[in-house]
């Protein structure tokens, strides 16, 4: 069974410093993961993703991300954080494959505010 | 390209009374997914749909109905609404063969009362 916990419900950095989120999953087998943000009123939105390719992920917004197996793994981060980065962000696992329709484990989300 | 889409947006039930929320996807996806959320449980699964005439139950299915209308609409109906299922839904869709990335409507905000 897969399953994610997110390290701190409430980060607060002041802009310009980097954003650091945890991320750490438990898969029986080789996991996806993704990160996924959510503003204000909005539904989720696919910051990033990883899937078996390179490691170190890129996406949208200046994030990334790193998959490190032997520490399970995946936590999010940004050199220098905007204001426009405030918004509520949550890592998710699937396993691949088999017949689990895709579906995604959550964490409970961790909610980032960025201080002038 | 809408992408997805749910209505209402927002919905004030009163104790025992009943609701469908729709979802519908544009983007011929296969499976589709209703979560709730709720302050510091992240989003939970309702129920799931993996392809058309299939659905399962997912992590707290309890009071809730659902109907995989066709591939483009499933819904997701409270038969008798409590206090408990006050909360944000959220209708979500992916191509599973690929890599079930999940592509989220802008959600449905119930309260009941």
């Known amino acids: 069974a897969q399953s994610v916990t997110q390290l701190g419900s409430h980060v607060s950095v002041s802009e310009g410093a980097l954003v650091l989120l945890r991320c750490n999953y438990s898969?029986?087998?080789?996991?996806?993961l993704f990160w996924y943000v959510q503003y204000p009123n909005q539904g989720l939105q696919l910051l990033l993703k990883?899937?078996?390719?390179?490691?170190l992920v890129k996406g949208i917004n200046g994030f990334e991300a790193e998959f490190k197996k032997s520490e399970t793994s995946f936590h999010l981060t940004k050199p220098s954080a905007h204001m426009s980065d405030a918004a509520e962000y949550f890592c998710a696992v699937s396993a691949p494959g088999g017949n689990q329709g895709g579906k995604l484990i959550f964490g409970q989300g961790t909610e980032l505010s960025v201080k002038p | 390209n809408a992408g997805v889409t749910q209505t209402p947006k927002f919905q004030v039930l009163k104790t025992g009374q009943s609701m469908t929320l729709q979802c519908a996807q544009d983007m011929n996806h296969n499976s589709m997914y209703w979560y709730r959320q709720d302050p510091g449980m992240g989003l939970r699964l309702i129920y799931y749909?993996?392809?058309?005439?299939?659905?399962d139950k997912g992590e707290v299915p309890n009071g809730y109905n659902v109907s995989r209308l066709n591939k483009r609409e499933f819904s997701l109906r409270l038969e008798s609404a409590a206090p408990s299922q006050t909360s944000v839904y959220f209708c979500?869709?992916?191509?599973?063969?690929?890599?079930?990335?999940?592509?989220f409507g802008p959600g449905t905000r119930l309260t009941v009362t």
């Open positions: 979500a869709s992916s191509d599973k063969v690929k890599t079930s990335e999940q592509y």
């Open positions: 898969s029986s087998v080789p996991p996806y």
């Open positions: 990883y899937t078996s390719a390179a490691t």
């Open positions: 749909s993996a392809s058309e005439g299939t659905t």
